[in-house]
């Protein structure tokens, strides 16, 4: 057997760790098991960690049979109140804005840090077998309470071709419609209204989802309620909230007075992308293009989830293309909103289902840097919204900078702003992008640059049909000194060719950009593989006139007999 590399080195010495600590702090004193998604998952941890309170959320979902040796995921979870932490050998810049651990990277160990709650993530996927650790399990925010141990079920999940996706469920006549939309699109609110109106309701936030046979199980028996949701709601009569004074919601924990509302599992009927008509007008179903359902099934599971990346974007790619969507319109009137989710679920078998060429292209994460206390430029965010790709995260970091810019709301990106207070390189700014993105081609940009549209979905063609190549390089408007002359054996109009569109997985394999260099693009492609072997001086073709068919650019068309001739 080969030595283990370097990361899964580090994995397995931080699992063993956490182990040895769970061991001393009392190990399996406590043992509770759940039923999810048809599986048994087996929660140990010592007395002191409070096991009920911690799995009041799962508790549906408990099952009376005894562990076994077979349990699809053994849950270990301790505190540290008996015994010393953790040594946690890494610092907060390792750390990703959804707690992946840089340098920590492999195929069978997984580890986050979320710092919201404090806690310490580690999944041996071989073993199926995770470990939490928390720095004092009674002090643990009441939003995590409501949706425990995410993390790992999210891994374990995934490893299982499932995928937690955050949505609510429904379910009528044994049948399940799955509510989706960014956050504040009236999934939670709909979700509560069809359970007052006969409906069983899977969860109000996340759920798992399979796609062979398509079926929505329940996670988590916890709702989460804004203050005036509460009013007239027949749902929590009687029942006690949990509220915290940091946190803008009541949690109400279903499991105990209203297990008769809730279901375990169902097959998934229908999609429906939620949306709260701002003019008032009655509820409605109206038809939902396949791109709008996609970005509405992804968008918020892509950007909470730790490691979320190519293999989540498959599962939610084909739960778009085999489950026919619906656009839900929500009006005021309670009484027609369930009624509504009934007549899609109803609609659901005659509706055709998603299909487009563009949901097969992948995700592009577009990297934009801005210093200091600045906002990036409103054109370029207006710019990359219009652009003619489908499936972009836009990361916006700012360094030298305290707090995170407010991001506005965008329908057609995953827009995320990070900070640093720290003075970065570009390369470093690069660095950190490439680390946080969920992409599979990453594209960095400063605030002032910009591309043609159309240039994108040019490159990503181009990497597609050519997918031995790690990088696209084009033109620039940032001057000559941006890049070397490239040379060719045609004449040409540019005189600089500059890389900008990556291959992820290229970039992690030679550790990102250096941070020593003054060209850091220009040297990454050259630790790839020479510019000249990539693609020599690519100016990507400006769009075609609406209307007319776009002929290909004999420049692009150049390259393709170049790297013909040079694979002969």
Same mark, same amino acid.
């Given at each position: 057997?080969?030595?283990?590399?370097?990361?899964?080195?580090?994995?397995?010495?931080?699992?063993?760790?956490?182990?040895?600590?769970?061991?001393?702090?009392?190990?399996?004193?406590?043992?509770? /098991?759940?039923?999810?998604?048809?599986?048994?998952?087996?929660?140990?941890?010592?007395?002191?960690?409070?096991?009920?309170?911690? /799995?009041?959320?799962?508790?549906?979902?408990?099952?009376?049979?005894?562990?076994?040796?077979?349990?699809?995921?053994?849950?270990?979870? !301790?505190?540290?109140?008996?015994?010393?932490?953790?040594?946690?050998?890494?610092?907060?810049?390792?750390?990703?804005?959804?707690?992946?651990?840089?340098?920590?990277?492999?195929?069978?160990?997984?580890?986050?840090?979320?710092?919201?709650?404090?806690?310490?993530?580690? !999944?041996?996927?071989?073993?199926?077998?995770?470990?939490?650790?928390?720095?004092?399990?009674?002090?643990?925010?009441?939003? !995590?309470?409501?949706?425990?141990?995410?993390?790992?079920?999210?891994?374990?999940?995934?490893?299982?071709?499932?995928?937690?996706?955050?949505?609510?469920?429904?379910? @009528?006549?044994?049948?399940?419609?799955?509510?989706?939309?960014?956050?504040?699109?009236? @999934?939670?609110?709909?979700?509560?209204? /069809?359970?007052?109106? %006969?409906?069983?309701?899977?969860?109000?936030?996340?759920?798992?989802?399979?796609?062979?046979?398509?079926?929505?199980?329940?996670? !988590?028996?916890?709702?989460?309620?804004?203050?005036?949701?509460?009013?007239?709601?027949?749902? +929590?009569?009687?029942?006690?909230?949990?509220?915290? $004074?940091?946190?803008? @919601?009541?949690?109400?924990?279903?499991?105990?007075? &209203?297990?008769?509302?809730?279901?375990?599992?169902?097959?998934?009927?229908?999609?429906?992308?939620? *949306?709260?008509?701002?003019?008032?007008?009655?509820?409605?179903?109206?038809? /939902?293009?396949?791109? $709008?359902?996609?970005?509405?099934?992804?968008?918020?599971?892509?950007?909470?989830?730790?490691?979320?990346?190519?293999?989540?974007?498959?599962?939610?790619?084909?739960?778009?293309?085999?489950?026919?969507?619906?656009?839900?319109?929500?009006?005021?009137?309670?009484?027609?909103?369930?009624?509504?989710?009934?007549?899609?679920?109803?609609?659901?078998?005659?509706?055709?289902?998603?299909?487009?060429?563009?949901?097969?292209?992948?995700?592009?994460?577009?990297?934009?840097?801005?210093?200091?206390?600045?906002?990036?430029?409103? %054109?370029?965010?207006?710019?990359?919204?219009?652009?003619?790709?489908?499936?972009?995260?836009?990361?916006?970091?700012?360094?030298?900078?305290?707090?995170?810019?407010?991001?506005?709301?965008?329908?057609?990106?995953?827009?995320?702003?990070?900070?640093?207070?720290?003075?970065?390189?570009?390369?470093?700014?690069?660095?950190?992008?490439?680390?946080?993105?969920?992409?599979?081609?990453?594209? +960095?940009?400063?605030?002032?640059?910009?591309?043609?549209?159309?240039?994108?979905?040019?490159?990503? $063609?181009?990497?597609?049909?050519?997918?031995?190549?790690?990088?696209?390089? %084009?033109?620039?408007?940032?001057?000559?000194?941006?890049?070397?002359?490239?040379?060719?054996?045609?004449?040409?109009?540019?005189?600089?060719?500059?890389?900008?569109?990556?291959?992820?997985?290229?970039?992690? @394999?030679?550790?990102?950009?250096?941070?020593?260099?003054? *060209?850091?693009?220009?040297?990454?492609?050259?630790?790839?593989?020479?510019?000249?072997?990539?693609?020599?001086?690519?100016?990507?073709?400006?769009?075609?006139?609406?209307?007319?068919?776009?002929? &290909?650019?004999?420049?692009?068309?150049?390259?393709?007999?170049?790297?013909?001739?040079?694979?002969?």
């Amino acid at each position: 057997m080969t030595a283990p590399s370097r990361p899964d080195a580090q994995g397995e010495h931080l699992f063993a760790q956490l182990i040895s600590g769970w061991e001393q702090a009392g190990g399996g004193e406590v043992e509770r /098991c759940f039923s999810v998604a048809e599986s048994q998952v087996v929660v140990r941890g010592p007395r002191a960690t409070s096991l009920e309170r911690l /799995c009041a959320a799962l508790e549906h979902l408990a099952s009376d049979e005894l562990a076994t040796s077979e349990a699809g995921l053994e849950l270990l979870v !301790y505190d540290s109140s008996v015994v010393a932490p953790p040594p946690m050998p890494f610092s907060q810049h390792q750390l990703t804005a959804r707690g992946e651990l840089h340098g920590f990277e492999s195929e069978r160990f997984r580890m986050a840090f979320r710092f919201g709650e404090f806690t310490l993530n580690a !999944y041996d996927r071989e073993r199926r077998r995770a470990v939490v650790w928390m720095r004092d399990a009674r002090q643990l925010p009441l939003w !995590y309470l409501a949706s425990p141990f995410r993390t790992p079920l999210h891994w374990w999940a995934s490893d299982r071709g499932l995928q937690l996706v955050h949505g609510a469920g429904v379910v @009528k006549g044994g049948r399940a419609a799955l509510i989706v939309g960014r956050g504040g699109s009236g @999934k939670s609110s709909t979700a509560l209204t /069809c359970m007052e109106r %006969g409906f069983e309701l899977l969860g109000d936030d996340y759920v798992i989802v399979g796609v062979d046979p398509a079926t929505v199980w329940s996670l !988590y028996s916890s709702v989460k309620v804004v203050p005036e949701q509460l009013e007239a709601r027949s749902t +929590f009569e009687g029942l006690a909230a949990d509220t915290e $004074e940091s946190f803008d @919601k009541s949690v109400f924990f279903l499991a105990e007075h &209203r297990a008769e509302r809730l279901a375990s599992g169902a097959p998934l009927a229908v999609l429906l992308r939620a *949306q709260v008509d701002r003019a008032g007008g009655p509820t409605r179903l109206e038809d /939902c293009g396949p791109l $709008e359902i996609d970005a509405a099934v992804s968008g918020d599971t892509l950007r909470h989830l730790p490691y979320a990346g190519h293999p989540t974007q498959e599962v939610l790619n084909r739960l778009s293309t085999s489950v026919p969507a619906r656009r839900l319109l929500l009006g005021p009137e309670r009484d027609a909103i369930a009624a509504t989710v009934e007549r899609a679920l109803g609609e659901a078998p005659s509706l055709p289902l998603a299909t487009s060429s563009d949901l097969s292209l992948p995700f592009v994460a577009v990297v934009v840097e801005v210093e200091g206390e600045n906002s990036p430029d409103p %054109g370029l965010i207006e710019a990359l919204e219009s652009e003619d790709y489908p499936r972009l995260e836009v990361l916006v970091i700012r360094h030298r900078a305290k707090v995170a810019w407010d991001a506005p709301r965008t329908e057609h990106v995953v827009l995320t702003s990070l900070h640093d207070e720290r003075k970065l390189s570009r390369a470093e700014v690069f660095n950190r992008g490439s680390r946080e993105s969920m992409a599979e081609l990453v594209a +960095f940009l400063s605030s002032s640059d910009r591309w043609q549209r159309g240039f994108l979905r040019s490159a990503v $063609e181009f990497l597609a049909e050519n997918p031995e190549l790690p990088v696209v390089a %084009g033109a620039s408007d940032r001057g000559a000194g941006a890049g070397t002359a490239v040379e060719s054996d045609s004449d040409s109009e540019w005189a600089t060719a500059v890389p900008w569109l990556y291959r992820r997985g290229a970039l992690d @394999k030679i550790g990102g950009f250096d941070a020593s260099e003054p *060209q850091p693009e220009r040297s990454a492609a050259e630790r790839l593989q020479p510019v000249a072997e990539v693609l020599p001086g690519l100016e990507l073709e400006p769009p075609a006139p609406v209307g007319s068919r776009r002929a &290909r650019d004999p420049r692009i068309e150049h390259v393709r007999q170049w790297l013909d001739r040079r694979r002969r």
